[in-house]
């Protein structure tokens, strides 16, 4: 083997660099609507308080709430709580369990972020 078959090499181009943090900021419009799926399925306890924390975060909100056939009363106070406050509500036909219902959700989307 020669000298400059032993020193040769395959010169790559450089991967591509992620983006920094301020390059990806620049990506994030101004005021933007942030989506949040939430797939339930009998959460009569607690999904009021829920959907209550989600929607007094200081941003603005697209909540989505996907029913997955709940069984113990969660329909109704779904259904109680759209007529006081305003979030989307999707109803399963079906229970498909918790990745159906997100898939759900994530098709309703409109926002800038979820």
Known sequence: MTQDQSTASVRLAP????????????LVPPNPLLSVVMPVFNERDTIEEIIHRVLAVNIRIELIVV????????????????????????????????????????????????
């Open 15 to 26: 991967p591509s660099a992620p983006p920094s943090l301020a390059g990806r900021a620049r």
């Open 67 to 114: 029913d997955d056939c709940s069984t113990d009363g969660t329909s109704q106070i779904l259904d109680r709580l759209k007529t006081e406050i305003d979030f989307t509500l999707l109803k399963q036909p079906r229970n498909g369990g918790k990745g159906s219902a997100l898939r759900r959700g994530f098709a309703a989307v409109t926002g800038d972020l979820v």
